[in-house]
């Protein structure tokens, strides 16, 4: 596709429930990120991928949440067993590679979690 | 810590007026300062972006002020419209291997 495509694009789940939420880049990017924008908290870095590299998961919460991206194309953010907290807008963003300062990091358009 | 210091949260700006927004840094590795423009309902988009090694970048309306003995960087929309109300986020990263980092973002409103 032409930009980032995330889906779900709204998604609401029970409390304790876990819950996908899957990115598709940008093709021919390499490198992959995930964020989570909590209103008035700007954008938190959560994850990112980049080629065949492990992945840098500094920015997870907590082990509730994890990332694959599966032949270094789509990538799904998984939570499990959510919580109210939880509740916030998932973006990806793709570019075409990291370790390039100044490479544009295109973002998708996001996945809305609300956890009730 | 937070590592990019954003302000204002808000700010209202006459039509034609000038929109400012500032950010400051902590992180003297960080050589690489983009602005990002959010619709709601849509993901962040580059907006204009600087490197430590020029103090100013004009794009249209749009400049960067850049200023590394204070680190500090600065977004000046001139001609403020009605379309430009949008929430700002500034950013850095160091080249290499680090994702952005964000401010919190201001939201920009510009009125008739």
């Known amino acids: 596709g032409a930009g980032v495509s995330q889906s779900p694009s709204n998604k609401v789940t029970e409390k304790g429930k876990d819950v996908e939420l899957r990115c598709d880049p940008i093709s021919g990017h390499t490198a992959l990120y995930w964020y989570r924008q909590s209103l008035g908290q700007g954008l938190e870095f959560l994850i990112y991928f980049q080629g065949n590299s492990a992945p840098d998961k500094s920015g997870l919460p907590s082990d509730r949440f994890s990332a694959e991206r599966t032949g270094g194309s789509v990538s799904t953010l998984t939570i499990q067993r959510t919580q109210q907290e939880d509740s916030a807008v998932y973006l990806c963003?793709?570019?075409?590679?990291?370790?390039?300062?100044?490479?544009?990091?295109?973002f998708g358009e996001g996945s809305w979690l609300t956890v009730v | 810590q937070q590592q990019v210091k954003q302000s204002p949260q808000s700010l209202i700006v006459q039509k034609g007026g000038i929109s400012i927004i500032n950010c400051a840094y902590e992180n003297t590795a960080f050589d690489y300062f983009p602005w990002y423009q959010q619709f709601p309902g849509k993901g962040p988009a580059l907006l204009i972006a600087i490197r430590p090694d020029v103090s100013e970048k004009k794009e249209g309306r749009f400049t960067i002020s850049f200023n590394k003995s204070a680190k500090q960087f600065s977004l000046h929309i001139m001609d403020s419209q009605p379309g430009d109300s949008a929430t700002y986020f500034c950013a850095a990263s160091i080249s290499g291997n680090t994702p952005l980092v964000f401010g919190k973002g201001t939201r920009l409103s510009v009125i008739a």
């Open positions: 963003a793709s570019s075409l590679r990291t370790g390039i300062s100044g490479n544009t990091i295109y």
